[in-house]
């Protein structure tokens, strides 16, 4: 192959699309350099932003107030005094008979019927024996025998009034129980000044009929 044939060739190659299909992506590197010379010529656009908003400030909270002592309190509002056994207290009425007496109630645990009582040998008269009350053995006396005015019937208006006595449990046989009232001091009488009370706390006067208040720690001593 001489050079004339040569020369020949490389412009039928030159001629071609081939080499017009290069030229457009040699524009296009073109083109993008220019953009990328321009992006670093431009002055960034600068801009009026606002502020930022202040923070809201927070309140300081209220100081809480003093508490109140305990010793201030109880001079503001002192607490009542419980009253004496005889006087503002509530009492629990009995008939032995015609006559009323009366425990207090705070003494009193419970009212039951008469249930079955086993007797003692060489107990004192008053004393009619032993009863069960849910499985605790608890004593009962005739409050009629032990103030000697005879004896109280078992029958069916009878009751046996659980009363506590020196962290124990005795139970009083009455007539019947009456009702429940409030004593204030103006009701009742003292016992007479040198006389032996026996148990007995004052005389209420409510009605027509006294009723004899009674010392449950000294019952059937």
């Not at 017009?20 to 993008?32: E, H, L, N, R």
């Not at 002055?43 to 305990?70: N, W």
Request: proline share 8%; hydrophobic share 45%.
């Amino acid at each position: 192959m001489n050079a004339q044939t040569v020369d020949d060739y490389l412009d039928e190659l030159l001629a071609s699309p081939m080499c017009d299909a290069v030229a457009p992506a040699d524009a296009a590197q073109k083109q993008a350099a220019t953009i990328f010379h321009r992006a670093d010529t431009v002055d960034p656009v600068t801009r009026d932003l606002p502020a930022p908003a202040p923070l809201p400030t927070k309140q300081a909270a209220a100081p809480a107030p003093a508490a109140t002592s305990a010793s201030t309190k109880q001079d503001q509002h002192p607490a009542a005094r419980p009253a004496s056994n005889a006087s503002g207290n509530r009492w629990l009425r009995a008939a032995l008979g015609k006559d009323r007496y009366a425990f207090e109630l705070l003494r009193v645990q419970e009212v039951v019927r008469v249930s079955p009582i086993i007797a003692l040998r060489g107990t004192a008269a008053a004393m009619l024996g032993l009863m069960n009350l849910r499985g605790r053995v608890v004593p009962v006396f005739d409050l009629a025998r032990w103030l000697g005015t005879g004896k109280v019937e078992p029958d069916e208006h009878a009751r046996i009034i659980v009363v506590e006595r020196n962290d124990e449990l005795i139970g009083v046989l009455v007539s019947a129980v009456d009702d429940v009232v409030t004593l204030s001091r103006e009701h009742i009488e003292p016992p007479l000044a040198g006389t032996d009370a026996g148990g007995m706390v004052g005389i209420a006067r409510m009605g027509a009929l006294p009723t004899v208040l009674l010392d449950a720690d000294v019952l059937f001593n």
